[in-house]
């Protein structure tokens, strides 16, 4: 009989001490830093950073910078930030990963510059854009040897101005002026929302 009792305790003792280490492992793991491969297309760095809040939850923040050049037949810049909160909740677990579901806002601030020529008189013009957005994801995340990450997602987004200001000339103040490479579904209206990432969890 006594040989069962210990038996017992030094099996609830090893229970109680692989729970443990898997709890740490999951607090040393509980938080990613990610960067879009897909953003440099359009000249823009973007970064998130994700943390989970439950076992099946996260809340991620991204931030994004556009710094984007005319490849078109006028001569303009176009600077943007871009920061997007996002809510995410897991659908189904795999061996290496989980697919999931995500809501995120987002908020834009937008100012594209234009340089035209009249002959002999150099005029620049620009407007400022700032717009909100709501949207959905699905995505799934691959997670290799417990650190790498490599995610992808696509959903709809809607997009409202909120604020403009341009100079243009014959321009109403509400026409959307921008660089002819960048969509104006970007700022108004509904568009896609997507993404490649790859990530390192700490």
Not at 50 to 62: A, C, P, R, V, Y
Not at 143 to 169: L, T
Request: proline share 2%; glycine share 8%.
């Amino acid at each position: 009989m006594k040989h069962y009792i210990v038996f017992f305790i030094a099996l609830a003792m090893a229970q109680m001490e692989v729970t443990a280490q898997q709890q740490m492992g999951m607090k040393e793991h509980q938080h990613c830093i990610k960067i879009n491969l897909l953003s440099p297309i359009m000249s823009t760095v973007n970064l998130a950073f994700e943390t989970n809040i439950g076992s099946d939850k996260s809340f991620q923040l991204g931030f994004a910078f556009m710094d984007h050049s005319t490849y078109g037949t006028t001569d303009g810049v176009t600077k943007a930030y871009f920061l997007t909160p996002e809510f995410r909740y897991r659908l189904v677990e795999y061996k290496n990963g989980y697919s999931f579901i995500g809501a995120f806002g987002r908020y834009i601030h937008m100012q594209y510059s234009q340089t035209d020529k009249y002959r002999f008189d150099v005029k620049k013009s620009s407007s400022v854009y700032d717009c909100l957005g709501l949207g959905i994801i699905l995505g799934q995340k691959f997670i290799y040897r417990d650190r790498v990450v490599i995610e992808m997602f696509a959903g709809p987004v809607y997009s409202g101005i909120v604020q403009s200001k341009n100079d243009f000339y014959n321009r109403a103040e509400s026409d959307i002026n921008l660089d002819e490479d960048i969509p104006h579904t970007l700022l108004k209206r509904y568009g896609v929302r997507a993404g490649l990432n790859v990530g390192w969890m700490f």
